[in-house]
Structures are given as C-alpha cells and as structure tokens.
C-alpha cells in the first residue's frame, strides 16, 4: 500500500470509527441513491431545459454533465483502474450494493460539482446556490461514509467536477455553440 492510499484509509477509518451510526446510516445512503447514474443532477437538468425561462441554463448544465460524464467514465476511471477501498481492506461491511466501476475519481463527487459549478455561475437565487453546494457537500462525504471511494478520488473529483462545469461555461460564454443557445442569459 503506497503513502497515499495509506492516508486515505486512516481517514475513511476513522470516519467509519467514529461517524457511523443507524441515523447517517440512513441519510448517507439515501443521498448517495440520490446520486446514482448522476441521477438528481440529470433530473435538475431536464427541468431546467424543460421550462422555457431555463433552458439556457439546461443547455450549459447538459454540457456539464456530459463532459464530466466522458471525462470520468469513459478516460480515467478506465485508465487509472483503481480497485474501491472495500476491496482493498478486508472485512469492511458495504450497507449498499457494491459499485463495479473503478474508484478513481468519484463520479457522485464530480457530477454533483459540475453541477453546482455551473449553479453558481449563472443562478441568482442565493437559496438555489446553497442547496446545491451542501447537496454536492453531502453528496462527496456520503461516498467516504459508506467506504467506496478514498478521500483522493473525492478531492479528485470535485476538481474535475469543477473543471467540467467552467469548462461548460466557456462554451456557453465564448458561444461555440450559438444555435444550441436560445438566448444569453441575463
């Protein structure tokens, strides 16, 4: 086991040690269902296109999310090909199904900060920002909570998330796509 991963077990060790317990046990895997497939971002996403006053924001938000989805999914969770901690450290007990894919980087952490990347650039309501970042906070520690990413691939994630969703805001900004746009918005 290399320096690293070393320091990400202590940490998921200790969270495991001292956090669990019935009640986060409920919550944490709740969210992380919600977070599933990136399926709460996808159906924020789809609202947000769906309403006419949002689609803009829909548009940059698909971007997002399909970036993020390529970036994650399809290059590095294959290239890295890091095994989950769970796999790992023996007699670690998973309270929800066992993920497939590789650890590194989470894909819950990333496409929940794509999301809020691109909330925070372009949504004016303070309530809608706040939502979303503790959402994608909860989102990112639920996956350390229930012991199947390491703490790197979460920090990792939120990068990427964030780099997805500015990149997303570059393409809307720099209009790269002007008949995908209906409008700038204000």
């Known amino acids: ?67 993020n989805a390529i970036v994650v999914n399809l290059i590095l969770k294959p290239l890295v090909g890091r095994i989950r901690p769970f796999d790992l450290v023996s007699g670690i007990r998973i309270i929800i199904n066992k993920p497939r894919d590789f650890s590194f980087p989470s894909g819950h952490t990333s496409i929940s900060f794509a999301f809020l990347t691109v909330i925070l650039f372009f949504v004016r309501s303070k309530k809608f920002k706040i939502f979303s970042a503790i959402l994608a906070i909860l989102m990112a520690f639920s996956r350390l909570y229930l012991y199947v990413h390491y703490p790197s691939d979460v920090i990792a994630g939120a990068i990427i998330g964030y780099l997805c969703g500015l990149f997303a805001k570059k393409v809307y900004e720099k209009n790269l796509f002007k008949s995908f746009f209906d409008k700038k918005i204000e």
Request: glycine share 6%; proline share 0%.
């Open 1 to 67: 086991m290399n320096f690293l991963t070393s320091i990400d077990i202590s940490i998921l060790n200790f969270i495991r040690e001292n956090l669990t317990n019935h009640f986060l046990d409920m919550i944490m895997t709740t969210i992380t269902k919600l977070g599933d497939g990136g399926n709460i971002w996808i159906i924020l996403t789809i609202f947000f296109l769906v309403k006419k006053e949002y689609r803009s924001l829909g548009k940059i938000l698909l971007i997002a999310i399909i970036t």
